[in-house]
């Protein structure tokens, strides 16, 4: 079983849509959780962090987490064609000094 | 305020060879760590480096070594480069206090072994 594993892509969405990314994760003691988004030949960006359990809003994006399912999850509203990219989810321990775990990742394709 | 900066940007070394990659963190940013990206292995964790320990190393050969200088900047080496070692090194900063802070990732070397 991988460490963290992502819903298989690709995922395609018209524009105005709803994207819905899926993470689950091994290690129960992991205690920080985040969403990366990497544009083609681009380095990943940091758009959301989420450390309790419940929902974390931040514009048009949600974060959820659920640590008794090991489920974290990232929610694209009014998805844009810009959000088209690949979506990493990685999962820190809380020893883990500087570990990031990513996942294989998601690509998302938002088409007009 | 800038951001993570790597250089150099891109890298191509023979085989055997030996690469030296630096990355300089955002100001106030004492963690740094290092990842190995690739298309079948996606992003590897290489080690982290806090106020020049190294706390934490992940999965590779003795040939990646790095290591971190009183100014928080971090280099990494790789010695007798393989073909297998081309990929995208991708070095991270966090801020270290109370709570936890996300990694601002650099723009990363391409390093191409031939």
């Known amino acids: 079983q991988k460490e963290v594993e992502q819903n298989s892509g690709p995922l395609s969405v018209p524009e105005g849509a709803i994207a819905s990314l899926n993470c689950t994760y091994s290690d129960r003691g992991s205690q920080s959780f985040f969403w990366y988004r990497q544009y083609s030949g681009k380095s990943p960006e940091l758009i959301m962090s989420?450390?309790?359990?419940g929902d974390k809003e931040d514009g048009r994006f949600t974060a959820q987490l659920n640590k008794a399912s090991q489920y974290v999850s990232l929610l694209i509203r009014d998805s844009q064609p810009s959000d088209s990219a690949t979506y990493l989810c990685?999962?820190?321990?809380?020893?883990?000094?500087?570990?990031?775990?990513f996942g294989q990742g998601t690509i998302l394709t938002v088409h007009p | 305020k800038a951001g993570v900066t790597q250089t150099p940007r891109y890298l191509i070394k023979t085989r055997g060879q030996q690469v030296t990659l630096s990355c300089s963190p955002i100001s106030g940013h004492r963690s740094v760590s290092w990842y190995q990206q690739t298309p079948g292995q996606g992003l590897q964790f290489l080690f982290e480096y806090f106020s020049e320990t190294q706390r934490n190393k992940g999965n590779f050969p003795g040939r990646f070594s790095g290591r971190q200088f009183s100014n928080s900047r971090s280099e990494m080496n790789v010695s007798t480069l393989e073909l297998g070692d081309s990929a995208l090194y991708l070095c991270?900063?966090?801020?270290?206090?109370?709570?936890?802070?996300?990694?601002?990732f650099g723009s990363g070397t391409r390093l191409t072994v031939v």
């Open positions: 991270a900063s966090s801020f270290i206090g109370i709570g936890d802070y996300g990694y601002t």
């Open positions: 989420i450390y309790s359990n």
């Open positions: 990685a999962v820190k321990g809380g020893t883990s000094y500087g570990k990031l775990t």
